[in-house]
């Protein structure tokens, strides 16, 4: 008798078959040049999503999620994370995110990218899909080293005084502008850039459940940057209100967070 397949693992496997799906959708409706809405009965049948990816289904379930029920996960979407940088052109900063939390702690996520460009023997694929399981690691791609140098990815389109003020107190070699919660988290993964700062609310916890998820399966930390771990719960609130601090190591992520300026952690743990 087969084992039955414990349900934190089914539905990963079905949020990367989701995550794959919404790529092609996206990489569409590009395509087509349109933004419109669509009709609940104009959606084609083949956007409909009913197969898992069967790596996933494989893996082993750590013992403490194996108990896992339907009542105690959140599922925290978003579809086009990036959605200025879609609009103005700047593809690759483009994600879909599925965040998964089991009692407000996200434990497992996917973050694709529809339009990450891979040749295979003279073939070229569009796309990728990376996820994340706590005390299993990570599928889809193989985690770099940081930078050498103190290297900070922020926001792009988003800033404000604060931000900037956390990010000069950070003395960093070098500053990425880019776009997407999604996508500085895996400039931290690939080891394009050491920390991800944005030192004023903004981002939604739709944007950073699914990063936090993969990001701690492979060994790194996401809070705020006053050192605390969001809550994933369904009555939570969905703005993120005192920033976002991350970084591939704990050694990296408590170096930076002793850089953020104590006046500046003060006025966000106000809010």
């Known amino acids: ?5 414990p349900l934190i693992v089914k539905l990963l496997a079905s949020s990367v078959s989701v995550a794959n799906r919404a790529g092609k959708i996206v990489r569409d409706v590009m395509s087509k040049g349109e933004l419109g809405i669509v009709e609940k009965g104009d959606v084609p049948s083949d956007w409909i999503v009913i197969d898992t990816d069967k790596d996933v289904l494989s893996l082993e379930c750590p013992s403490s999620l194996q108990g896992v029920k339907e009542e105690d996960i959140v599922v925290w979407v978003d579809p086009l994370d990036g959605t200025s940088e879609y609009t103005q052109g700047f593809l690759e900063h483009v994600t879909v995110l599925i965040g ?9 996520g996917v973050i694709h990218q529809p339009y990450y460009k891979t040749i295979n023997g003279g073939e070229k694929k569009m796309g ?17 080293p940081p930078p050498d140098s103190l290297i900070i990815t922020t926001t792009r389109s988003h800033s404000n005084a604060l931000a900037e003020k956390g990010l000069q107190a950070m003395n960093a070699s070098q500053v990425l502008r880019v776009g997407g919660a999604g996508y500085k988290v895996l400039q931290l993964l690939e080891g394009i850039a050491s920390v991800y700062l944005f030192a004023t609310s903004g981002c939604k916890k739709w944007d950073t459940c699914a990063p936090e998820a993969v990001l701690s399966a492979a060994g790194g930390k996401l809070t705020d940057i006053l050192g605390n771990y969001y809550k994933y719960g369904a009555s939570e609130q969905r703005l993120n209100k005192t920033g976002v601090l991350a970084a591939v190591n704990n050694d990296l992520h408590s170096y930076a967070l002793s850089k953020i300026p104590e006046e500046l952690k003060e006025l966000q743990s106000k809010k």
Do not use: D, H
């Open 1 to 5: 008798m087969s084992t039955p397949v």
């Open 128 to 144: 990728r899909t990376i996820w994340g399981l706590q005390g299993v690691g990570v599928g889809g791609f193989t985690p770099a």
């Open 100 to 108: 998964i939390s089991v009692n407000e702690k996200p434990v497992a």
